[in-house]
């Protein structure tokens, strides 16, 4: 059970009807894409110590994807100082006083050290079975909700997507289109939500089927974004992840969670 979780939600995807409904897609500034929220310092001590003891499970670069994850790097870093972020050549000090050492050599470390958000590379072309789309090649995984990321890497969204059944071929082939259609400099926003009892870092296997639901104590909201990197041309999948506890839902958010169940806007 998660023991990391925000006192304030920032974003509640079931109260804005753009959001509500599948894939409740909407576009937001480049300066809004990341975030630094109540709960910045204890998760990315998680973040640190997952990175630090296992990172075979967290971490993950393709060859093809280099290029793109130095870009994404150099991306991230443009946004710092705007969240409180003390930026030196070679090094940063992040908002709880850690200081990073950037690492060229190791991209997706230093960005799963930086920023709250997972932060996963989406290149187009087919995956290793033929199927066409943008495929995974790199990660910064600490927080997966139910998925695996060595299991996912190397492949279309639509075997990403395995076993979820809401992801219909009809989800898949919008899911692409929006995919094809990102702009560099524009980030595309979307968010998730569902009861949870599990920590952030939840990985499941697919033969594992769905987790039995027992007590959810909690609510765990996504916030996904979807940025074009313009050299590369992959498109960079941001989620951040909120833990709460419902009494601290704003007044709105919890009236709006009584009408529009979070199972439905998920």
Not at 13 to 40: F, K
Not at 72 to 81: I, R, Y
Request: proline letters at 10%; hydrophobic letters at 45%.
């Amino acid at each position: 059970m998660s023991q990391i979780r925000q006192k304030h939600l920032p974003f509640a995807p079931w109260a804005d009807p753009r959001t509500r409904r599948l894939p409740g897609i909407v576009p937001i500034e480049m300066a809004d894409w990341l975030e630094v929220d109540d709960a910045y310092g204890p998760q990315m001590a998680e973040r640190d110590r997952l990175i630090a003891t296992m990172p075979e499970r967290v971490l993950a670069l393709t060859p093809r994807a280099q290029a793109a994850a130095a870009e994404l790097l150099a991306l991230v870093l443009a946004q710092l100082p705007t969240l409180g972020f003390d930026c030196a050549p070679g090094r940063v000090r992040r908002p709880d006083g850690v200081e990073v050492t950037l690492d060229p050599a190791q991209p997706m470390a230093t960005l799963g050290r930086l920023v709250q958000e997972d932060l996963c590379l989406m290149q187009p072309g087919p995956d290793a079975t033929g199927a066409p789309g943008h495929v995974l090649t790199g990660a910064a995984l600490c927080f997966p909700a139910g998925w695996t990321l060595g299991e996912k890497l190397g492949r279309a969204m639509m075997g990403i997507h395995v076993p979820v059944a809401k992801y219909t071929d009809d989800i898949g082939a919008r899911v692409q289109r929006l995919l094809d259609g990102v702009q560099p400099g524009r980030v595309l926003m979307r968010g998730t939500a569902h009861h949870s009892n599990a920590p952030l870092h939840n990985p499941r296997l697919e033969a594992q089927g769905r987790a039995p639901e027992g007590d959810l104590p909690y609510i765990r909201v996504e916030r996904q974004g979807l940025v074009r990197l313009p050299v590369s041309g992959a498109v960079a999948f941001s989620i951040h992840t909120y833990v709460v506890d419902p009494a601290d839902l704003s007044a709105e958010q919890a009236a709006t969670l009584a009408e529009f169940p979070i199972r439905e806007a998920a």
